[in-house]
């Protein structure tokens, strides 16, 4: 919940003498110990400071005592922008301040509660009395403004939790007005390439775009040709997002579609191999696109051994994985997108790291093919005016890196939160006979850094009834996706453009079977217990 003080709530709270101190400070420890978001309007903060050590010189409290207490009070509380545009509006009305903070509030906040005992105030909506807030918070885990609704991911809140980050690093862009490959794009890249552990990144203008560039390059590197043409095979899975296999058409190439293994959904790495030994034309297979699906490793050690056997490229589809690892025979752990010949990255705003709009990133520590992908991008040339190969317009645009760079340093805490709530998740629902729980590679116990990103926590419905559950979760509130509905192999797309190696049964099980539950990095315990109790109850009956 997000909760706004007024400012003159703050000073009560604060001075023992003012007479609605009392209420003030339950409705503050209300909101402390309830963990809601407490917002304040950073445009007030000053004017509230010389207003607070004014009224203590007055009630005689020492000055160094209370400017601690309102640091203290100023570390728990979130603060929000003013936008000029607002300020500008509220010239127009009585109560300039009083429109300001909430103009500001709700924008951030629609949803969210202002406390206030000014007249003004209490004549919009969802502002009512201190008294009324702790009446109706006697019961914390009822709170009465809100109706349960438990989202996948709720960018709303995430963008709320790094409101000051963001903010700042969006209007610096701004304000700079270097738009086009600015310092921030550059900045991304070199701290991208030092996480993942590889000599070059390279921002480009999606995740599609990424896979397209790499498959693209690879060709330039390798034939020395603009494209692939359709006798050249790249094996993939058919249990992925339509950009997967659909790169590798814009590229000129076939997808040679390999199944699954069912309990991880990523591509089985012995139906490769016995793809490549029986495959009449299996001496037309150039490269690998492995799919590190709803952020769990793909067999790594195993892929890369059968691509250097047969002398394939090995380009990983990290899209749902940023920040995953695998650790095989190489002896340390390797970040997902460092083990290939290149690594694509998508920033869509869902994935784990997302920008506010499209986005992505190749990684390689080949140089030939990063300086292509920079040629490829930029309409194919070092020289705009004079270019080598026919490119694209897939520039990263720099206030999506800036965006990226506030979000980045979040990355590990947000995917660590995924985890344990994916861990509640499995010692909670491991007795729900109806479904089968996610199975992780957790291949050593040593380190903290080797894990399932859980971008998606993605459960098997016995049985057919995986429609019926996820109706039934619609009814509890609780939002449920089916990703993939459709194998790529029977999309209208590939039909006569794509292989199929044997059957597909796995993948084609999977559409019929799987439900992603929600796991959004700041779901609440409360919610987590909810959608447990759910599925329990569902099971029982």
């Known amino acids: 919940m997000d909760i706004l003080p007024d400012l003159n709530i703050i000073l009560d709270a604060h001075i023992f003498s003012r007479k609605g101190h009392v209420t003030a400070k339950m409705c503050i420890e209300c909101i402390e110990q309830n963990k809601w978001n407490m917002w304040i309007s950073a445009s007030s903060v000053d004017n509230l400071l010389y207003t607070l050590l004014n009224e203590g010189k007055r009630a005689r409290i020492n000055r160094d005592w209370l400017e601690i207490e309102f640091r203290k009070f100023m570390e728990k509380a ?10 500008r509006e509220s010239l127009a009305i009585r109560d300039i301040e009083d429109y300001i903070i909430y103009t500001n509030f709700k ?73 086009i490959l600015g310092p921030e794009v550059k900045e991304l890249e070199d701290k991208i390439a030092e996480y993942i552990g590889v000599k070059h990144c390279v921002g480009v203008s999606s995740g599609t775009e990424a896979l397209v560039l790499s498959l693209r390059a690879l060709a330039i590197k390798l034939k020395r040709e603009e494209y692939w043409n359709r006798d050249d095979l790249i094996i993939t899975t058919p249990f992925s997002f339509t950009a997967t296999g659909d790169a590798i058409l814009r590229a000129g190439a076939t997808p040679l579609f390999v199944d699954i293994d069912p309990f991880t959904y990523n591509i089985d790495p012995q139906r ?30 195993e892929i890369m051994k059968i691509a250097e056997e047969y002398g394939l490229f090995v380009v990983e589809d990290v899209a749902q994985a940023f920040g995953g690892v695998w650790n095989g025979s190489a002896g340390s752990p390797q970040r ?8 694509c990255f998508s920033f869509f705003p869902s994935k784990p790291l997302g920008g506010y709009g499209d986005g992505g990133m190749v990684v390689t520590d080949d140089d030939e093919i990063a300086e292509l992908v920079r040629m490829l991008l930029r309409h194919g040339g070092k020289d705009k ?58 291949l050593s116990a040593m380190s903290h850094e080797l894990y399932h990103v859980y971008h998606q926590y993605t459960v098997r419905v016995k049985n057919g009834k995986r429609d019926e559950l996820q109706k039934y979760l619609k009814e509890k509130g609780i939002s449920a996706m089916v990703y993939y509905p459709f194998p790529l192999h029977k999309m209208k797309v590939f039909e006569g453009k794509g292989k199929m190696w044997e059957r597909l049964d796995g993948a084609e099980e999977a559409t019929q079977s799987v439900l992603s539950l929600p796991i959004e990095p700041l779901q609440s315990e409360a919610d987590t217990a909810y959608i447990i109790d759910c599925l329990k109850g569902h099971f029982l009956h």
């Open 107 to 179: 924008r951030i906040a629609p949803k969210g509660i202002l406390v206030s005992n000014d007249r003004e105030f209490l004549e919009m909506p969802d502002v009512i009395t201190p008294e009324e807030f702790i009446e109706k918070n006697k019961h914390p885990h009822t709170p009465p403004f809100i109706s349960k609704a438990i989202p996948l991911l709720d960018l709303r809140e995430e963008y709320r939790y790094m409101l000051e980050d963001i903010d700042n690093a969006v209007l610096k862009n701004i304000a700079r007005a270097k738009y």
């Open 336 to 343: 997902l997108g460092s083990i290939g010949t290149t690594g």
């Open 272 to 301: 490769i191999r016995h793809a490549l030994t029986s495959l009449p034309s299996a001496d037309k297979v150039v490269g690998i696109i492995p799919v590190h699906l709803y952020g769990q490793s793909c067999q790594m050690d």
């Open 78 to 87: 979130k603060l929000f922008t003013v936008s000029a545009g607002s300020v």
């Open 385 to 442: 005016y004079n270019v080598d190969h026919i490119g694209y317009n897939a520039r990263l645009d720099t206030l999506q890196a800036a965006v990226l760079l506030a979000k980045f340093k979040y990355i590990d805490e947000f995917n660590d939160r995924r985890r344990k709530i994916a861990e509640i998740y499995n010692r909670e629902l491991t007795e729900a006979v109806g479904i089968v729980l996610p199975k992780s590679y957790e």
